[in-house]
Structure formats: structure tokens, C-alpha cells
């Protein structure tokens, strides 16, 4: 039979760092309670037996409400395993010592890893390992997960364990209602053989967050970082993206044209047109996303997402969302996927979804690049920045405006904001390269399906009947875009106009590489022929429809895999059509009015 | 008699003793699991601007809690001159 071990710990312990140091596997890390959703699991090898090693959401007690917390509980009782590592953070140990004892009466097997020694040593607080290990009946290592001191000793400890504990074992699930002797345990246990000074002296947390969380420079350093954020992103992004871009045209003159140069000219269209530049133009914003997630896995590791959310909770709870909705919100200006991601720390789902349904209106990079294209082909260059900055503006009213409407299904089932404010904490590199690649694994794979067959029934669109020309009238496209005219005309968007949007469903940044191919021109020439064809209202028009319309492919795959069912992606997408002909209409039959 | 006063109305800069807690069960093992429990010792950190989250410190743990959540907790001050010391009337807003 294999061995297997659960690895327990309060959130924000450092299970998951000493999980990868342990296995090597790159889990994900997150510095913000309740991250770890789906279960991971390694196989490692401790003396001469595999052994798995199963990471558990962190819990901070058997008797949690939240879901993960069920998730760890439900694990522990039904699963039979060898034993129970148990991390605990050092400099807690008063609170997180009651979790020990719960777990002790569990009767599994249990050894205990503190972590993050050094930092309660520098802290003043002392701790009689070996008083504490024999009152507690458990064996107990130190350990740094995050520079790896003490792991050996743990591998080594856990093998000799797992000697003396040979066979798996179910826990006695009996419901635990002894907490008051619990923490009646904890107390006398604390007393005895933990000392902590009684007055802290002020650590560097402290002095940071006198800084960071004061009362009135608090929001403006909170936006000068997440400026930072995005000049980072972009400053390194950007041209690894144009560099990955250059990479692929090359590989598609260079090579791959003239290796199918023998196939007939419609199949050649579809592979080149269609699939290698929808697929390519969703792979150059591969860098971007890497990037991306370096620099939030920064912020995120550190500490500072907690304090955020504790800066913009009095504003945002107005609206029906909290403090970490925000923090989201400005995570979706990168892209809207790993922003909705990231609303899995929000625990009711009411407010989770509520969350999710606002995301698609964050001014994503890829409608930034729509905006800049004609920003600077209509508009004087004096006048573009200001038209840039009323989208940005739009974007947030848009957030508020869907977040107050449909507050109704959040404000029966309101989260309450209650979350620790973890010290801060510096990433390491290994931590953070191997984060930004899983995740980007994740986008890859995530995107792939849904992205393939988009392209190609866009591809199928604009070019059959195969001989009309591409796009035109003739065309499935150009029929589609016809028929969509009475909807379309009210708004000042022409049918050439409408077929780009079509494009723009799959992913906002196919809509220039669109525009291109339906005006046969690229590059300055196409910013010529737009401003020729579309005065200043027509191209607003358009933009703020494409702000609105419809969150991209990818989005609403990730709402419908978060939400668990295609409902809610559907109401986002008839909700964002429904809002943006709104705004568009009412925008250009005003201008119209009043020229 | 022990005048209790809210958390959320407590100063910054204070220390207090969690004297009752009015929230429903979910959200009492919450706070329980944070070190907000009924006879812990917390100190008020810092309010944040516009009514927001409150910061309080239990033991070695910083917790931020909306203002509303704070209101579900008494609390009576923690005084070096033992149970006499009492909030007075003007300071419980």
C-alpha cells in the first residue's frame, strides 16, 4: 500500500514554499489567505519508499465555515494516511498551537514543523522546543521554508516517522466540541514553554506600514504602486511581445509559407490567415502575462494586497463590493483572466460572482492597444490623451454602475472583511520564476481549446463562399454584418466596422489585424483610410463600444470554469452587449443632435 | 459596573479586552481562528479614512476588520489599575 502524508497548516504559514522545497513540484504560493484551491500533490522519496505528499488548503480550524477549510476537514476524515505534517508559524504559535490540539484528537500520527524560526529569534520570542515537544507528546522540527534551512533534518526526521508509522490510518472523525478545553490547553501550555516579550519592539512591518497604511498618504503611494506595476509590465512586456511577434512572421514568411506552398489556396488561408495569425496574436501576449504575473506575484508575496484591500474597503463596500474587488479590478487593466482568477480569495460566492461579472469591464491591454491605434488616427494629437483618460474613467463608472445594479444577489450573503495583515515579506526568485510559469502553463492551456476553434469559425466567416473576396458582402461575414446593420447603423458603426468587432469577440487584440485585413492596408495607411472614412464621433462611438461589448473568449471561459457552469457567462455576455449599444447609442445620437 | 464599548468605536492607539462577541457562529470561528476571542487582548492599530476596515493587533497577529464586523465586538479597556478601569460614557460614541 502507499504511503501518503497531509501537510496541514494555518493560511500564511509557508506550506506551500516548504511544499515545492519538500517536492519540488512548483505549487503555487500566495501570500493571501485562503489561495491554495485545488489540491496538490507530489510523490517524493524519503529512505527507501515513495511517499505521497498532499498539500492542504490552509485551514485555521477544524471546525472552519469557509470552503477551504471544508475542503482540509473533509481530506483529513475520509482520506487514510500515515500522518499528519503539521506547519506552524513560529512567531503565531499562540494561536495556532489550538489547531495542533484539535488535530491531536484526530489520533493520526503527527509530526510538527515550525516554521519561520529565525524571524521569531529576531523577534524575541523564544521557544523551548524541547519542553514544548514533550508536553505535546510530538515530535517538532525547525525549519526556514523559504531559504531551506532545516529541510534535510525534516526529510530525515519524516523517514525515520514514517518507519515507526507504517500503515495508512483513517482519523477518528468524531466531532470536536471540546474547544474550550482547547484553548483552556493552549493557554497553560503557552504559559509554560513560549516567551513572548510584552512589548514588541516596533519590527520593520511596522515602520512600512506607518508609511503605506497612513490615513491620507495611504491611497495615493496605494496608486503610485500599482502605476509601478503596470509601467514594469509594460516597460518589460512590451517588447518581449514585439520581439515574439517579429519571431513569428518570420517563422511564417521565412519557413512555414513555403513548406505548404503545394496546398491549394483556400487551405493555405485557413492555416496561415486563420489559424497561425490567431493563434500567433494570442501567443505574443505570452510575454506580457509572464511578466504580469512576476510583478503581482511580487506584490502579492509581499504582503501589500491585504493592506490595499484595507485602504479602498471603506469606498468600494458603497458599491456592494470590498476592498480586494479593487484590487482585482486594477489587475484586470493587464488582462481580465488572471484577475478573475484571483477572485477565488473572496469567499462568498454571491460576492465572488459579483466580482467576476464587474472584471470584463476593466480597460484590458488589449483594448488599450484598439484605443491607441485610433486615438492617434482621429484625433489631434493634443486631444488623444484626454480621450484615452475619459475611457479609463468610463471603464470605472461601468465597474460601479454593473456592481450597484445587480448588488441585489451579493447583499443577502455579504463577506465580512476580516483577514490577517500578514508582515512583509521579500519573494525569492526560484519562488517567483516557477509561479509565473505555472501560471502561464495554465493560460496556455486554458486559452488553446477555446482559441483554436474561434479563429478558425472567423476564419470560415470572411472567407467562404470561397470564391468572393475576403470579407465582403458576398461573404458568410458580410451577409452576418448586413442583417447586424440595423443594429449597428444607430451607433455610427459601418459594416466593415461591425465585422472587425466579430473579430474582436474572440480576443480585442485580433480587431486591428481585423481592420487590416478587411481595409487590404496596414500600419500608417490603415490610420489614413480611418480617418478619412470616421469623424471623431463614429470613432468614439466605436471605441466605447469595444470597451463594453463583450469580455474576449478567454474571459468568459475563465467565468464559466470559476462559476462552475455557463449562467453566469452568459448574463455577463448580455448584459456587456446590452450596456455598450446603450452607451453608444446614447453617445452618438446626442453628438449627432447637438452638431 | 463595566461600561463595554464597540471595537469599531475604540481609538487608535489603545488596548482592549474582548469582553462579548454578538456575531453568528460562522463568523465567530473566524475570529476565534484569528486570535479575536472573548477575553484576548487587542490593541487598535490604526482606522483606515472614509469609515473603513479597522486594524487590530491580537498577540502577534495584525487583523484588519470592516467597522460593521468590529461593531459585533465589546470590548472594556485593558488598565494596568485592574477591573475598575471603565470607558467613559463620552468615549463610546
Not at chain 1, 47 to 65: A, K, R
Not at chain 1, 348 to 358: D, E, G, K, P, V
Not at chain 1, 416 to 434: F, H, I, N
Request: charged share 15%; glycine share 8%.
Amino acid at each position: 500500500m502507499s504511503k501518503r502524508i497531509a501537510l496541514v497548516g494555518m493560511p500564511n504559514t509557508g506550506k506551500s514554499t516548504l511544499f515545492n522545497r519538500l517536492t519540488g513540484a512548483g505549487a503555487r504560493v500566495g501570500n493571501w489567505p485562503g489561495l491554495t484551491v485545488e489540491l496538490l500533490s507530489a510523490k517524493l522519496l524519503l529512505g527507501d519508499s515513495m511517499v505521497e505528499l498532499v498539500d492542504l488548503p490552509g485551514l485555521h480550524n477544524l471546525h472552519g465555515f469557509s470552503e477551504d477549510e471544508r475542503v482540509a476537514r473533509h481530506f483529513i476524515e475520509t482520506q487514510p494516511v500515515n500522518g499528519l505534517l503539521v506547519l506552524l508559524n513560529a512567531t503565531q504559535l499562540e494561536r495556532q498551537l489550538a489547531l495542533v490540539l484539535q488535530l491531536k484528537a484526530l489520533g493520526l500520527p503527527m509530526l510538527l514543523a515550525l516554521n519561520m524560526a529565525d524571524e521569531a529569534a529576531s523577534r524575541g520570542i523564544r521557544i523551548q522546543i524541547e519542553t514544548l515537544s514533550e508536553q505535546l507528546g510530538l515530535p517538532i522540527c525547525l525549519v526556514s521554508a523559504k531559504h531551506g534551512q532545516g529541510v534535510p533534518e525534516l526529510r530525515q526526521a519524516l523517514t525515520t516517522w514514517l518507519r515507526d508509522n507504517p500503515n495508512p490510518v483513517t482519523a477518528q472523525a468524531r466531532v470536536l466540541r471540546e474547544d474550550d478545553d482547547i484553548e483552556h490547553n493552549v493557554d497553560s501550555l503557552l504559559a509554560r514553554t513560549v516567551h513572548v516579550p510584552p512589548v514588541l519592539s516596533a519590527s520593520r512591518t511596522d515602520r512600512l506600514d506607518r508609511i503605506l497604511l497612513h490615513p491620507w498618504l495611504g491611497l495615493p503611494l496605494f496608486l503610485l504602486i500599482m502605476l509601478l506595476v503596470f509601467q514594469i509590465v509594460y516597460g518589460l512586456g512590451t517588447p518581449l511581445q514585439d520581439g515574439l511577434g517579429w519571431l513569428l512572421d518570420e517563422l511564417k514568411t521565412g519557413w512555414i509559407a513555403p513548406a505548404i506552398s503545394g496546398l491549394p489556396a483556400w487551405a493555405i488561408s485557413f492555416l496561415l490567415e486563420g489559424l497561425y495569425d490567431g493563434i500567433g496574436t494570442v501567443m505574443t501576449f505570452l510575454p506580457i502575462i509572464v511578466v504580469f504575473f512576476m510583478a503581482m506575484a511580487v506584490v502579492e508575496d509581499s504582503g501589500y494586497l491585504a493592506r490595499a484591500a484595507f485602504l479602498m474597503d471603506a469606498l468600494m463596500s458603497r458599491m456592494g463590493l470590498d476592498g480586494r474587488a479593487f484590487v482585482l479590478q486594477l489587475m484586470g487593466f493587464g488582462c481580465n483572466v488572471p484577475a478573475m482568477m484571483g477572485a477565488r480569495v473572496i469567499r462568498s460566492r454571491a460576492q465572488r460572482i459579483l466580482t467576476m461579472m464587474t472584471i470584463p469591464f476593466s480597460l484590458c491591454s488589449a483594448r488599450l492597444q484598439v484605443f491607441l491605434f485610433f486615438t492617434t488616427a482621429v484625433f489631434s494629437p493634443l486631444a488623444a490623451p484626454w480621450v484615452l483618460f475619459s475611457l479609463y474613467v468610463i471603464s470605472f463608472a461601468i465597474t460601479f454602475l454593473t456592481a450597484w445594479i445587480w448588488r441585489g444577489r451579493a447583499r443577502h450573503n455579504i463577506d465580512p472583511l476580516l483577514m490577517e495583515l500578514p508582515p512583509y515579506r521579500l519573494p525569492t526568485l526560484s519562488v517567483l520564476a516557477r509561479q509565473s510559469l505555472r501560471e502561464s502553463g495554465h493560460f496556455l492551456r486554458q486559452a488553446g481549446g477555446f482559441i483554436i476553434l474561434g479563429v478558425a469559425l472567423v476564419w470560415f466567416l470572411t472567407h467562404f463562399p470561397l470564391d468572393a473576396a475576403p470579407a465582403s458582402p458576398a461573404t458568410l461575414a458580410g451577409r452576418l454584418a448586413g442583417w447586424m446593420a440595423p443594429i449597428f447603423s444607430p451607433l455610427g458603426i459601418d459594416q466593415l466596422l461591425s465585422i472587425a468587432l466579430l473579430f474582436g469577440f474572440v480576443a480585442k487584440e485580433v480587431v486591428i489585424g481585423a481592420l487590416a485585413v478587411i481595409y487590404g492596408a496596414g500600419g500608417d495607411e490603415l490610420s489614413g483610410i480611418l480617418n478619412q472614412r470616421l469623424d471623431w464621433v463614429q470613432a468614439y462611438s466605436f471605441m466605447l463600444f469595444t470597451l463594453v461589448y463583450t469580455p474576449c473568449l478567454s474571459t468568459l471561459a475563465t467565468l464559466r470554469r470559476e462559476t462552475g457552469g455557463s449562467r453566469y457567462m452568459w448574463a455577463s455576455l448580455v448584459w456587456s452587449l446590452g450596456v455598450a449599444w446603450m452607451i453608444s447609442f446614447v453617445f452618438y445620437q446626442t453628438a449627432r443632435a447637438l452638431q | 459596573m463595566t461600561h463595554l464599548c464597540s471595537l469599531s468605536t475604540v481609538p487608535a492607539g489603545r488596548c482592549c479586552v474582548i469582553a462579548r462577541i454578538d456575531a453568528d457562529a460562522d463568523l465567530t470561528a473566524r475570529m476565534r481562528a484569528l486570535g479575536l476571542q472573548l477575553g484576548r487582548r487587542v490593541h487598535v492599530m490604526r482606522r483606515s479614512p472614509f469609515k473603513g476596515p479597522i486594524q487590530v493587533r491580537s498577540g502577534q497577529t495584525d487583523i484588519i476588520i470592516r467597522r460593521s464586523d468590529a461593531g459585533l465586538i465589546q470590548v472594556r479597556p485593558c488598565d494596568p489599575g485592574g477591573d475598575t478601569a471603565v470607558f467613559k460614557e463620552s468615549e463610546c460614541a
